[in-house]
């Protein structure tokens, strides 16, 4: 068996784990990630993250969340900057002890490793659902670059001030309605 299949292998047993919570595969990019839509306009996302170092296998997951009309905007600009609203290791959301990486070393580990990523979802869940509608996300941008440099939040966000604009932009356009500008 092969590293990346045995990798596939762990991805796999995570995403059939976290199928229950409505995650499901992401069909438009390569490497394993798993989605979660929340509502036509959002979709959280979970990176799982294994990889080996030194023959031990470890799991470094990130979750985040994607404004899909925000995404599509950025997805034309050139270069297509980040896209993600922001996102976080998932360890960091444990509530018991915080952790960035778990390392597999036996079955018992790996099904204790899945229950802490499990645990560490909800918590996740708690705090990125209230930010799924374009005035929540335009607020959080806002909060983002307002407390530049402090820590207001285990999420991070990159290019806030490119993403806030492109948002405000959306917003506006989608206030105007369809076939309308706002020139007048």
Request: hydrophobic share 40%; with cysteine; glycine share 6%.
């Amino acid at each position: 068996m092969t590293r990346n299949s045995s990798n596939r292998q762990i991805e796999q047993r995570i995403a059939s784990t976290l199928a229950p919570l409505g995650f499901k595969p992401s069909r438009r990019v390569r490497q394993t990630v798993l989605t979660k839509s929340v509502d036509c306009h959002s979709e959280i996302y979970l990176f799982p993250g294994v990889y080996r170092r030194k023959g031990r296998v470890l799991v470094e997951p990130v979750i985040g969340l994607d404004f899909l009309p925000l995404r599509e905007a950025l997805e034309k600009m050139t270069p297509i900057p980040t896209t993600q609203i922001c996102h976080c290791f998932l360890g960091l959301l444990d509530r018991k002890e915080s952790w960035l990486c778990l390392e597999l070393t036996g079955e018992t580990i790996e099904t204790d490793a899945l229950e802490r990523i499990t645990a560490a979802l909800h918590v996740a869940f708690a705090e990125l659902l209230p930010l799924c509608s374009a005035k929540k996300i335009l607020e959080f941008f806002k909060d983002q670059i307002h407390h530049q440099g402090s820590i207001t939040s285990k999420f991070v966000v990159m290019q806030e001030h490119l993403k806030l604009a492109v948002l405000e932009e959306l917003m506006s356009e989608m206030q105007a309605g369809p076939g309308r500008s706002n020139g007048g």
